[in-house]
């Protein structure tokens, strides 16, 4: 069984920082694509950015030049560093992480974590 445990969650004033962390526990063959996804109260859950074992990213236009994605493979872990944040940010944040196991792919999924940002 795989776990994602995330942390790094909280409160913060608008134009403020925070860093987000996520770390794969249990039984794992091969992660390729970690990610975070995040999800405003009552809409849908959005990828925020995405990064391959390769090292290559993805953002979501409304983070880009603000939010840093990055991983560390030898530690299963992937981190969301968050700058300049805005009201509209405010969101559960999720973890996310594919693994290759016998020609599949399985996806997984962290508890999400709140993030709140205020004016």
């Known amino acids: 069984q795989v776990q994602l445990v995330e942390s790094g969650g909280g409160l913060v004033q608008a134009g403020g920082t925070l860093r987000l962390s996520c770390a794969a526990v249990?039984?794992?063959?091969?992660?390729?694509?970690m990610a975070w996804y995040r999800q405003a109260q009552g809409k849908q859950r959005d990828l925020v950015a995405s990064?391959?074992?390769?090292?290559?990213?993805n953002y979501a236009d409304a983070v880009k030049g603000r939010f840093t994605i990055s991983r560390d493979n030898a530690k299963i872990a992937v981190y969301l560093q968050m700058n300049s944040l805005k009201p509209e940010d405010t969101a559960v944040y999720y973890c996310?992480?594919?693994?290759?196991?016998?020609?599949?792919?399985?996806?997984?999924w962290g508890q999400g974590t709140q993030v709140t940002v205020s004016l």
């Open positions: 990064i391959t074992s390769d090292g290559d990213t």
């Open positions: 249990g039984s794992l063959f091969r992660i390729t694509t």
């Open positions: 996310y992480a594919a693994e290759a196991r016998s020609f599949n792919e399985y996806d997984y």
